[in-house]
């Protein structure tokens, strides 16, 4: 079955210091992942996404993730902290003839001064 | 460019009413999906579009509905309300087929009551 599990439901950092969310994946095909990040009340924001090739990817926000195909993960970094960072953090996958995307359960960040 | 639009943004019924929600994807894009999202189930798909086709579904009752229009515009309706359709209807949109970067909008807040 396709799925994506983030197993980290909340999350408390220290402004300044560095974050990594995780993310695994379950898909039958060649997977392309997403990370979208949520402000209360609002829509989706895309951070970045891997369709192939560099398994590093860069994204908005300074945010970065790796994409390791033997740990179906593609875990979510950034190395400082900023308050304005406090949201939740979706990680999707998607693939084939579609765009339907599967995503993960969320992680709450918060950020602490 | 202007981004993805929904309207209404937030939305207050009475259970057993109907309700239609309107989406306007990034001009130039083609194809639309839409998402529903709640604290107990988080992010799910409902549908996706594509020139006026629906190309896929998820696993929602026939009480959910949606079209396209020949500009691209989307509209999704729901009949004969339940508490339980209390949630944030994201819609997406993208340029192309097959797992294209998807953008998505503010969301309509749907309470039924």
């Known amino acids: 079955a396709q799925s994506v599990t983030q197993p980290d439901i909340h999350i408390t950092v220290s402004e300044g210091a560095s974050l990594e969310l995780r993310c695994n994946y379950s898909y039958g095909a060649t997977p392309y992942l997403f990370w979208y990040v949520q402000s209360p009340g609002q829509g989706l924001q895309l951070l970045l996404k891997y369709f192939s090739g560099d398994t590093l990817v860069q994204g908005i926000k300074g945010f970065e993730a790796e994409f390791k195909r033997s740990q179906s993960s593609f875990n979510l970094r950034k190395p400082s902290v900023h308050w304005s960072d406090a949201a939740e953090y979706f990680c999707?996958?998607?693939?084939?003839?579609?765009?339907?995307?599967?995503f993960g359960t969320g992680t709450l960040l918060a950020v602490q001064p | 460019k202007a981004g993805v639009t929904q309207t209404p943004r937030y939305l207050i019924k009475t259970r057993g009413q109907q309700v239609t929600l309107s989406c306007s994807p990034i001009?130039?894009?083609?194809?639309v999906s839409w998402y529903q999202q709640t604290p107990g189930q988080g992010l799910q798909f409902l549908f996706e579009?594509?020139?006026?086709?629906?190309?896929n579904k998820g696993n929602f009752p026939g009480r959910f509905s949606g079209r396209q229009f020949s500009n691209s515009r989307s509209e999704m309706n729901v009949s004969t309300l339940e508490l339980g359709d209390s949630a944030l209807y994201l819609c997406a949109s993208s340029a192309g087929l097959d797992t294209d970067t998807q953008y998505f909008g503010p969301g309509t807040r749907l309470t039924v009551l």
């Open positions: 579009y594509f020139s006026e086709t629906q190309r």
């Open positions: 999707a996958v998607g693939g084939g003839a579609t765009n339907k995307l599967i």
């Open positions: 001009s130039g894009h083609r194809s």
